[in-house]
């Protein structure tokens, strides 16, 4: 088992900036991917970012620029870095984690952080 405990949402105006944190403890594999995805009121779930444990790192297109994901390996934490942030980046916010071990997949999840981006 894997707990991602996650933190660092909030509301900020348009244009500001915020940062999410999110620890792993527990049966941790040293390699892995963690990674940030978001959901909006009626929406799905949708990637925001992941990283390697090499730091090997995907965006979505909507945030490329703009967020930016890093990890603490020897924390077993990832952030997630948001600048100039805007109204359609309002979602819940859950983290990730993941990993493929002998052929077994693992894959946990965040109870979520709420950011919320006022215009």
């Known amino acids: 088992q894997v707990q991602l405990v996650e933190s660092g949402g909030g509301l900020v105006q348009a244009g500001g900036s915020l940062r999410l944190s999110c620890a792993a403890s527990?049966?941790?594999?040293?390699?892995?991917?963690m990674g940030w995805y978001r959901q909006a009121p009626g929406k799905q779930r949708e990637l925001v970012a992941t990283?390697?444990?090499?730091?090997?790192?995907n965006y979505a297109d909507s945030v490329k620029g703009r967020f930016t994901i890093s990890r603490d390996n020897a924390k077993n934490t990832i952030y997630l870095q948001m600048n100039s942030l805007k109204p359609e980046d309002t979602a819940v916010y859950y983290c990730n984690w993941r990993a493929v071990v002998a052929g077994l997949k693992y894959d946990y999840w965040g109870q979520g952080t709420q950011v919320t981006v006022s215009s």
């Open positions: 527990g049966s941790i594999f040293s390699i892995n991917t």
């Open positions: 990283i390697t444990t090499f730091g090997i790192t």
